[in-house]
């Protein structure tokens, strides 16, 4: 049986931004970020993103590394992992780039009488959110999807961390200072030294390895035994 484990991948600024001041769409890595994303998503078998984070982007990460479709296909899996979208809002327009990428896509979605039986255009699968996320990755580990690459937005990536969900943190430090608001945690997450029980060693250093283009990887795994 395949262990649950939720990696979270991004790349951000030196000061710890994601996205400009004005928001919107940035992308931050080059082509070393790329190619260690790239990697983890042949690792995954579904890729979890926040609504608003498709609606920055319009599109969703996929492999294209023909040496990493190879390694996954050999592996009896699908070139792609899936594309899982939290998001309570489904008027996502059918021309966006996200509806024509080759991957399966799958919506979660909090239970509504409403959307009940209605599939959004464009997604293969509704998916209900249960009570708390650890119980919806329950309920994925059930449907096959074990190993999930978590790509954000920040409050999803709060509403994890508030669980402690997130078994490993890979993040691509990229040589840019931002400013602003737009951090990879939420500002309005105020208790997250008590959720990590303010204990020395929460994180273990993995991997640190100098990219391309002066970018800077680091691995961290969650301790729980600490």
Known sequence: MKKKWVKLVLACSIDGRIAYPEGGKTELGQS???????????WSDGILMGGQT????????????????????????????????????IDFPASWLFFKQPLQKWLIQKQDKKNEIMLPNGFDKKIDFKITWRDSLDDLYHKGIAKIVLLGGANLISAFLLEDLIDELQITITPHLLGGDYCWVSSKLRNLNTIMKKKKNNWILKESKKLDNNELLIRYFRNNLS
Request: proline residues 2%.
């Open 32 to 42: 070393g970020d790329r190619l260690v994303l790239e990697e983890s998503l042949a």
């Open 54 to 89: 498709l609606r920055d982007h319009q599109s969703i990460c996929v492999i294209k590394n023909n040496n990493l479709l190879k390694q996954r296909t050999s592996e009896g899996k699908n070139e792609q992992p899936i594309a899982l979208i939290a998001s309570n809002q």
